[in-house]
């Protein structure tokens, strides 16, 4: 291949690389380029007529090289920079406003440091030779030209390259910051997390140690008792087994509480709130004389969630251990509705026999049931019939949105648990990144004063 082929073939592939980028360039960021392309092409231009210079034509010329540097410092960063120098060495003193912004924004894309540095000593070389050929040409005078053309040189260059230097390298130190924080905030959270799972194992294993020992100790002794009535004292038999299967229930919730404390994800909270579950739970109350039934309607099978199911239990249990406390003597229905996304759940219970003066509960299980339904995105409703008596029903989402009870928060915890959260100072903040950027702003001041000192000198001349 001849050597004129070569830089021809070249220059095809670079043009069609170029085309490539543009249509993968999202579009608007072409729309902007575009947009910034054809403002400095028509600031470049426009004042020529007006003001025009000793060299019209090298002017414009200048002015349309300037707006092609726009496009290309995204892609050819250090070659922009190197073709800034013209522009300053040239008489368009519009072009040569739109240097300081090309350069700033073409160094901070160069990548590494050592090859910006190398950038910029080549351009301040490149300005010197510029100005001394155009000087050796023109037969201008040495000293001032040379000193007015490095100082337009270094302050449209060298400075602007400064500035971009310093914000292109505090770019990746602000994005490692912030990934660093966010991996702080992470492993604060899951020590904070772990911290919680860890105190709720010793809670459950402090409950069964202590709770479960003493209710397995009345179990036994019940269940002693019982054998003990039936023999000795048949008629108090059923009391002294309601007190054995009370015993045994509450080892059976101890158990399912200590479930709920050491819950893992994935883990079953137990099968309650079926049909089998209320059923027991109304015999249970029939066995303590209370005129109890059930009226199940669903089609099939409830394919509740955990929590659902959990809760029909609750308000169940609630409402008849209510209604044996305040209503004893009155017939009890517990009626169960499945309406497909959500179940209704009502323990009914007619006025008592003998009147009874109202008050002496502390109603501390309402709320609870009230905290827990609310939870689940469900209502709970809990008063008295016009037509006496009392009713306490509750309608629940059977797939709730909402997280679990025991799901845990995430706000850190305090006084200590898991890992401290960030003191005031680790924090980044947007003030901070503006105040790490201060440098590179200073900077740019003598250029923006020295870009206006510049355009009103034009304008009078």
Known sequence: ?????????????????????????????????????????????????????????????????????????????????????????????????????????????????????????????????????????????????????????????????????MMGRRRPLTRLLRERNAYLEHARFLTDEAARMEERARIA?????????????????????????????PSLASRAELLHTTARTAMEELRGILGVLRHQPGEDTGERGTREDLAALVAGSRSAGVDAELHWEAAGPTDADPRTRQAVHRVTREGLTNALKHASGASVRVMFHDEGDTVVIAVINDAPPAPRSPGGGSRSGLVGLQE??????????????????????ARIPVRPDSPPVYAAPPQPVSDGAGSRPPLPTDVLTWPRLLGGGCAALLVLLPVTGGTIALLILAVLH
């Open 1 to 165: 291949m001849s050597p004129a082929v070569r830089p021809w073939g070249r220059l095809r592939r670079e043009t069609a690389a170029i085309r490539e980028a543009v249509r993968a360039a999202p579009r608007r960021t072409v729309v902007t380029e575009s947009a910034l392309t054809g403002l400095v092409l028509l600031c470049s231009l426009a004042p020529v007529p007006l003001v025009p210079p000793p060299r019209p034509v090298a002017s414009a010329l200048l002015g349309v090289w300037t707006a092609l540097l726009v496009p290309a410092r995204r892609v050819y960063p250090s070659l922009t920079v190197l073709g800034c120098v013209p522009v300053v060495a040239g008489d368009n003193v519009w072009a040569m406003v739109a240097v300081p912004c090309v350069v700033w924004s073409a160094v901070r894309r160069i990548t590494p440091a050592r090859r910006a540095w190398g950038v910029l000593g080549a351009s301040g070389v490149g300005v010197a030779l510029v100005l001394i050929t155009v000087q050796s040409l023109a037969g201008l005078p040495e000293t001032p030209y040379l000193a007015g053309g490095l100082g337009l040189g270094a302050l449209f260059i060298v400075l602007p390259a400064l500035s971009g230097l």
């Open 372 to 393: 827990r339904i609310s939870l689940l995105g469900g209502t709970l409703h809990a008063g008295p019939r016009p037509e006496g008596g009392f009713v306490l029903s």
């Open 205 to 233: 294993a402090e409950m069964h140690d202590l709770l479960g020992h003493r209710i397995s100790l009345l179990s036994v002794h019940a269940g002693a008792l019982q054998l003990a009535t039936e023999r000795q004292a």
